[in-house]
C-alpha cells in the first residue's frame, strides 16, 4: 500500500519562507504524479503544485502551479529519497491552510498538470501551516 507522510510544517511571519515535504512508500521503481492541496477552515480544498516524479527522460519533472502561489512557491523532486518538496516563499496569511500531498501511479509522459483532489487516491494526512505576525 502506498504511504505519504507529510512534515516540514509550522509557524512563519508574512514574507517568511518554508518547505514542507511528502516522502512516499509502499512501493518501488514506480512513478506518481504528485500533488499538493491546502484547506483552510471553512474553505474548499484547493490545489497548489504538482510534479511528475521520476526521470525526465520518462516524462518526470512536469510541473503545475495554481496562479495564487506562482512565482512564490517551488515544487520539486528527490527521487533518490522518493520525497517530493514544496519551497513556499513569500509567505501571505492567506497561505494559511493544512497542507496536503498526494499520489495517483503515472504513465509514462504524463504532465501532471491536473491539480484536481479526484485525480488522486493516496493522500498524506497533512501538516499544518501557519502564517501569521
Known amino acids: 500500500q502506498v504511504q505519504l507522510v507529510e512534515s516540514g510544517g509550522g509557524s512563519v511571519q508574512p514574507g517568511g519562507s518554508l518547505r514542507v515535504s511528502c516522502v512516499v512508500s509502499?512501493?518501488?521503481?514506480?512513478?506518481?504524479?504528485m500533488g499538493w492541496f491546502r484547506q483552510a477552515p471553512g474553505k474548499e480544498r484547493e490545489g497548489v503544485a504538482a510534479i511528475s516524479t521520476g526521470r525526465v527522460s520518462t516524462g518526470g519533472g512536469f510541473t503545475h502551479y495554481a496562479d495564487s502561489v506562482k512565482g512564490r512557491f517551488t515544487v520539486s523532486q528527490d527521487n533518490a529519497q522518493n520525497t517530493v518538496y514544496l519551497q513556499m516563499n513569500s509567505l501571505k496569511s492567506e497561505d494559511t491552510a493544512v497542507y496536503y500531498c498526494?499520489?495517483?501511479?503515472?504513465?509514462?509522459?504524463?504532465?501532471?498538470?491536473?491539480?484536481?483532489?479526484?485525480?488522486?487516491?493516496?493522500w498524506g494526512q497533512g501538516t499544518q501551516v501557519t502564517v501569521s505576525s
Open positions: 509502499g512501493v518501488t521503481h514506480r512513478d506518481f504524479c
Open positions: 498526494a499520489a495517483v501511479l503515472r504513465s509514462p509522459w504524463n504532465p501532471c498538470t491536473v491539480l484536481v483532489g479526484t485525480f488522486f487516491n493516496y
